[in-house]
């Protein structure tokens, strides 16, 4: 009898669930479900990028990418902020010190095991929408496979979408309207045969990917660190961080404390923040997010901004921050801009601002005295490298190959997408 690498679980209704590229509880759960794997131990793989951590991804094979998380011992930031031992994993493109994301965000740890999850488990087209930052590192991951996607993105991010490979599988929807509108034009391509929407928090494949920063982080330093600091619009960073840790604390050769979550957000645009701040469950709009157009025109870095975040859901970042005795931060945008510059003077590296943010939230918490003298801290650079990745690569725009107006129903674009799918698949 052969044993299967991985099994999904319902949080909630605690059921097992067959993995068909599965993203809801089929007995109808509002629960995130969960990869069990069958090695309680992770062994490291020879291969590159995250396929060195393939034990803990919901994935059958791998490919040759060296995509992936790294993790070293910070000097410069570290003495700046006297901070013993403060690690850092970078996630952007830097091959000084061996990161080669060249879509210079994490988002290319959740794009890859994501595509090759469905390839295994599901025929069809996934259906991803983006402000940004996964719109384009799930191009660039179609570009080096060849796997057909289709993108649907607000207009004004269309300048953000390049890739260092041709994207000549990937289907570009623009919606003239905000990140919410792409959703919503998304939602309808999804109710067409042979499309399939990626799923958000609601995909393991996403969530493992990212674990890997936290699995890379305790192979470097030898043991879990105490507190994870990251910035979050969704939070799925958050819960994937957690999760890894879960599993490392299973595996046992890396300590029994989980560390303790560290998540901030920009303002004005605070929700989960102001929510847990009252250890509240459910998001209150009024209350979390008032005048949530004009706070989200605000920020600094508009990746996290996010309205409907995986906050009060089972095994979402309510209950990650609850068992990790979490914390949150609001960063200010001058903060954020401080932050940066430090970061570039003592790392050395150009920032995503979410990255910015990210450094902002450490830098405050220190200022308060908050960490344990002695804890050690990895700070989740999330992207970066945007202007070392030009030194080395010519980037290709990807431009719209349909554009729509908000609130179009499907049937305007209806022939063009099918003609392309059967051209593809
Ligand atoms: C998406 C993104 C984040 C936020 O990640 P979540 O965990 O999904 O909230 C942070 N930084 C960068 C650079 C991102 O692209």
Request: with cysteine; charged share 25%.
């Amino acid at each position: 009898m052969t044993v299967e690498k991985y099994r999904l679980r319902c949080l909630e209704g605690g059921e097992v669930v067959r993995d068909r590229y599965t993203l809801d509880c089929p007995d109808g759960h509002v629960s995130l479900l969960r990869t069990e794997y069958s090695s309680r131990q992770l062994q490291l793989r020879e291969s590159p990028g995250i396929f060195r951590f393939c034990d803990w991804l919901p994935i059958g094979h791998t490919l040759p990418l060296d995509a992936g998380p790294v993790c070293y011992r910070s000097e410069g930031l570290a003495r700046e902020l006297h901070i013993d031992n403060l690690f850092i994993d970078f996630n952007g493109y830097w091959p000084e010190r061996g990161a080669a994301i060249t879509t210079c965000s994490f988002k290319e740890l959740e794009a890859i095991p994501t595509v090759i999850r469905q390839r295994e488990r599901r025929p069809g087209v996934l259906v991803i929408a983006s402000a940004g930052n996964t719109a384009r590192a799930f191009l660039q991951v179609s570009a080096v496979t060849g796997t057909p996607v289709v993108v649907v993105v607000p207009e004004t991010a269309l300048s953000r979408l390049w890739t260092t490979a041709p994207a000549r599988q990937a289907f570009v929807i623009a919606v003239r309207g905000d990140y919410t509108d792409a959703i919503a034009f998304s939602r309808e391509v999804c109710t067409l045969p042979g499309f399939l929407a990626e799923g958000g928090a609601k995909n393991v494949a996403r969530r493992d990917g990212m674990g890997t920063v936290m699995l890379d982080a305790a192979v470097t330093i030898g043991r879990m660190p105490d507190y994870y600091f990251q910035a979050v619009g969704s939070g799925t960073g958050g819960i994937s961080a957690w999760e890894a840790a879960l599993r490392l604390k299973g595996d046992g050769r890396f300590g029994p404390v989980l560390p303790s979550l560290r998540l901030c957000q920009n303002l004005p645009f605070i929700p989960m923040v102001s929510a847990w701040n009252e250890r509240r469950r459910y998001l209150v709009p009024e209350k979390d997010m008032p005048d949530a157009k004009h706070a989200i025109g605000e920020v600094y870095s508009d990746v996290l901004t996010n309205r409907e975040p995986p906050f009060s859901i089972r095994g979402g970042v309510f209950d990650a921050l609850s068992d990790t005795r979490g914390e949150m931060y609001a960063v200010s945008n001058d903060e954020a801009r401080a932050a940066e510059k430090l970061f570039a003077d003592t790392e050395g590296i150009d920032l995503d601002p979410a990255a910015s943010v990210c450094t902002a939230s450490l830098v405050s918490a220190c200022e308060a005295g908050e960490l344990e003298r002695n804890g050690t801290v990895l700070l989740n650079i999330t992207g970066g490298g945007y202007r070392r990745v030009r030194e080395d690569y010519t980037l290709l725009p990807v431009s719209a190959a349909l554009t729509v107006p908000a609130g179009s129903r499907v049937d305007d674009g209806t022939r063009e997408l099918l003609d392309w799918v059967k051209h593809h698949v």
